[in-house]
């Protein structure tokens, strides 16, 4: 049982260049994010995924596109990476409202 | 949208202490979780507790959901205690939007 499963661990970009950010959970969770943690920032919520087929803006969502390929599976797609895009992403996942959430290990990002 | 302040933003502790950690939240939520992220960066979820008491050993959570405050309650804390603890909370019907304070960072020495 993996849990979350966030896919690369690393990366290093040049300014201008897209990636997309993979995240799989096993534990049929309704429920998928993706936040960005700054130093001194806390966690902030770019996207979220309430159910399959539905995404929803956070706090932070300019520069990013999500798809929720299906019930396992939520990306993060940056089109044209900026130096400001440089931070760590975790990827989430509850059951719904109400229920805990599980976090995947992160992605640190850098954006030259 | 919803603030949430946590304090205070750093503590340090001798082994053995105990420690109080707040969570103040500006709206009515109905959904309120504590996580730990340890010196590795892992998110560890510790509590959901949206109202009430809840204890996991030497860890226990309240909320007072009428007042806007969660408390965080770390006793005899161990060095494995050491990280950076979070409140996020999601304000009633957000379909699951979860805020996250900005965290309290602990550092307990041996």
């Known amino acids: 049982n993996a849990g979350v499963t966030q896919t690369p661990k690393f990366q290093v970009l040049k300014t201008g260049q897209s990636m997309t950010l993979q995240c799989a959970q096993d534990m049929n969770h309704n429920s998928m994010y993706w936040y960005r943690q700054d130093p001194g920032m806390g966690l902030r919520l770019i996207y979220y995924?309430?159910?399959?087929?539905?995404?929803d803006k956070g706090e932070v969502p300019n520069g990013y596109n999500v798809s929720r390929l299906n019930k396992r599976e939520f990306s993060l797609r940056l089109e044209s990476a900026a130096p400001s895009q440089t931070s760590v992403y975790f990827c989430?996942?509850?059951?719904?409202?109400?229920?805990?959430?599980?976090f995947g290990n992160g992605t640190r990002l850098t954006v030259t | 949208g919803i603030q949430v302040e946590q304090s205070p933003p750093d503590l340090i502790l001798q082994e053995g202490a105990n420690s109080t950690l707040r969570c103040n939240f500006s709206?009515?939520?109905?959904?309120l979780q504590w996580f730990h992220q340890n010196p590795w960066g892992q998110l560890i979820n510790l509590f959901y507790i949206p109202s009430g008491t809840k204890q996991n050993g030497r860890l226990s959570a309240t909320t007072v959901a009428t007042e806007r405050y969660s408390l965080l309650y770390i006793s005899s804390s161990q060095t494995t205690d050491s990280g950076v603890y979070f409140c996020?909370?999601?304000?009633?019907?957000?379909?699951?939007?979860?805020?996250f304070g900005q965290g309290t960072e602990l550092s307990v020495k041996p």
């Open positions: 709206d009515s939520v109905n959904n």
């Open positions: 995924s309430a159910s399959e087929g539905t995404t």
């Open positions: 989430a996942s509850s059951g719904g409202q109400g229920a805990p959430l599980h």
């Open positions: 996020a909370v999601e304000r009633n019907n957000q379909g699951g939007k979860l805020i």
